[in-house]
Structures are given as structure tokens and as C-alpha cells.
């Protein structure tokens, strides 16, 4: 499967993948770090860990879903983040780190609280950057579950919300049966396969291409 653009998380390669899902383009997540076995030697070094590929399922949607990705490239820039990839940190909702993982403040030790915008700690009123100590103490990948915060993904909830993607959206993506490949375009959301009668889901379907699993 051809890999179409890479994020530093889950959840920005399934907003990635689900713009293209979309517009009608059959799109999977993966976890360069499981797929690592499948690359040639020496491939993999200087990969940042924990990167995410969005690939196309249908080498014939290639040229659309590269459009689609610089349209989305176009209207999110980010400037100054980190990477290209990386939305503001300071709009990060920290609540949803563990506990442990809110770092003390380093003049006077209190740990400081969830607020990725304060600048100054509570206690001792020095200068802060909460996001920052957290990386520094436990890496970008400890901030995962804030990026996650309010995507329906199968990240944050296990499963993507039942109305996503819509009916005409799932008949018009080329998903094929699971046991015999038969095409399922323009086919209901879930039933029996024309071909060999076996049951298919298409949200499933989306939702184990979106897991990265
Ligand atoms: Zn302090
Ligand atoms: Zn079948």
C-alpha cells in the first residue's frame, strides 16, 4: 500500500485518513513502529518512533488522495509548532494526562496543574511552560491522549460515532468483502456479500483500517 503522508500521532493521521474517507477514498492508518519488520535494512533509521502512516487501500485513488492531502496541508498550517504536523500545544487539553505525568515546577517543586496555556507556576510565580517540562520529562508521545481530545477515534473511544462515515460515503468507497474480495461499491452499509453470502460490516471495516493496529 502506498504510504500517502505521515503525522507524530494517531489521532492527526485518522483526521488525515477520515478527510479522505470523505471524499471517497479508501484510507488506513498504520503504526511505523509495527510495520517496522517490513522495511528493507537501514530503512528505518533516523524514523522519529510512534510515526503514523496514512496509505491508500486503492493504488487507482492515489492521485486523488495526494490532491486531497495538500488541500488539507493548505488550509492547516501550523506555524511554529514543533513539526509541520503538530497543532499548538498550548490549545492541548492536559486533563486528559495521568496524573503522574503533570510535571512539578522546577523552582519550588509543586506539581503544577492541567493548563497547557499557563505561563507562570501558581505557587511561586515563575515562569513556565507546562507542555514543555512534559516533554522534557517524558517524551512528545506523552502527550497522545491530549491530541486525541475530541476526536471520535479509535483512539479516545475504541470506535468512531455510528453516523460517521454516512451511508452514501461508505456505498461510494471501494471496500471489498473481507472473505472473498468481492466489490462492495454501492452496496448497503452492512450485510451479506453478493459473492460468497458471508455477513460484511463497512463502518468495522474503516474502524480496523483507522486502529493502526
Ligand atoms: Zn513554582
Ligand atoms: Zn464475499
Redesign the pocket.
Known sequence: MPILARYPTHAQAIDAARALIDEGVLAAVSNAMLNRGEWLPGMNVGRPPGEFHVTVIEPTQLDLARAIIRQLAEVQPVAGAPSDNWPDPHDLDLTKLPPQNLPP?P????TLPPDAALTA?P????P?DVVELIVTQHGPEALEPCYAAGHPSATSTGVTEPTWPTDETLASLPLTCPACRAPLIDLAPEGACPACANPYNKRAMIDRLLAAE
Request: proline share 0%; hydrophobic share 20%.
Open positions: 515546577c523552582n519550588c517543586g509543586t507556576c505557587s511561586c510565580a515563575e513556565v
